[in-house]
């Protein structure tokens, strides 16, 4: 019993390796289009500690001060397919991330400034077209990860992924029932965002080479 228990832990955990290195491996050319710079300041602004400081510095309060978070990750951070490997506060030093990369990162901002703050998604949101690294994205269907604030018995939406959007207005139109993202939950998505953030990637590099040609 005790050597068949040794036997599946041994199994397992070479199971894990195998499967961190293919997905690495399949990462591979993504990594290698970031840009050379591994960090990007904004107004003197690289970490989030020090967006948490400047944020405590501004004399903001109440949704004055989430809305001012909010814009901070949005213009710190491009959205980008390419560094799902990044912790949240490490794509927040590069200034490149995905939705949960980029609602994380606002996530830890807004709790080390005191405000209750849970992560929420939803499998199905519909968002408009935008431009994405080198090429342009036309409008899809995802699934997203956000966030909602609670201040004085009041819960509003809060998503750092557009410049437009401030605490209770949101970019996109959720098409599914929204959840709370537990720690599980948001592994596991982050695995699946990293492998679909591949293929769309790849699929629209592919779409623009082919309408280069077209138009060569």
């Given at each position: 019993?005790v050597?068949?228990?040794?036997l599946?832990?041994?199994v397992?955990?070479?199971?894990?390796?195998?499967?961190?290195?293919?997905?690495?491996?399949y990462?591979?050319?993504?990594?290698?289009?970031?840009?050379?710079?591994?960090?990007?300041?904004?107004?003197?602004?690289?970490?989030?500690?020090?967006?948490?400081?400047d944020?405590?510095?501004?004399?903001?309060?109440?949704?004055?001060?989430?809305?001012?978070?909010?814009k901070l990750?949005?213009?710190?951070?491009?959205?980008?397919?390419?560094?799902?490997?990044?912790t949240?506060a490490r794509?927040?030093?590069?200034g490149?991330?995905?939705?949960?990369?980029q609602?994380?990162a606002?996530?830890?901002?807004?709790?080390?400034l005191?405000?209750?703050?849970?992560p929420?998604?939803?499998?199905?949101?519909?968002?408009?077209a935008?431009q994405?690294?080198?090429?342009?994205?036309?409008?899809?269907?995802?699934?997203?990860?956000?966030?909602?604030v609670?201040?004085?018995?009041?819960?509003?939406?809060?998503?750092?992924?557009?410049?437009?959007?401030?605490?209770?207005?949101?970019?996109?139109?959720?098409?599914?029932?929204?959840?709370?993202?537990?720690?599980?939950?948001?592994i596991?998505?982050h695995?699946?965002?990293?492998?679909?953030?591949?293929?769309?990637?790849?699929?629209a590099l592919k779409?623009?080479?082919?309408?280069?040609?077209q138009?060569?």
């Amino acid at each position: 019993m005790v050597a068949t228990i040794k036997l599946w832990v041994i199994v397992s955990a070479l199971s894990s390796i195998l499967s961190a290195v293919l997905l690495y491996l399949y990462t591979l050319p993504g990594l290698r289009r970031l840009p050379k710079e591994r960090e990007r300041s904004l107004n003197g602004i690289t970490t989030i500690d020090d967006a948490v400081r400047d944020l405590r510095a501004s004399g903001k309060s109440g949704w004055e001060l989430v809305a001012a978070a909010q814009k901070l990750v949005n213009a710190k951070m491009v959205y980008s397919r390419r560094n799902g490997w990044d912790t949240p506060a490490r794509a927040f030093r590069r200034g490149m991330g995905y939705c949960q990369q980029q609602a994380s990162a606002l996530l830890i901002i807004l709790r080390k400034l005191g405000f209750d703050v849970q992560p929420v998604q939803a499998l199905r949101c519909q968002f408009p077209a935008k431009q994405v690294h080198e090429y342009w994205e036309p409008g899809l269907i995802s699934g997203h990860m956000w966030l909602v604030v609670t201040l004085d018995g009041v819960e509003k939406d809060v998503c750092p992924g557009h410049p437009e959007n401030e605490p209770g207005k949101v970019h996109f139109t959720r098409l599914a029932r929204r959840t709370n993202y537990g720690p599980l939950w948001q592994i596991l998505g982050h695995i699946g965002s990293m492998i679909v953030n591949v293929q769309r990637d790849n699929a629209a590099l592919k779409r623009q080479t082919a309408a280069g040609s077209q138009g060569g």
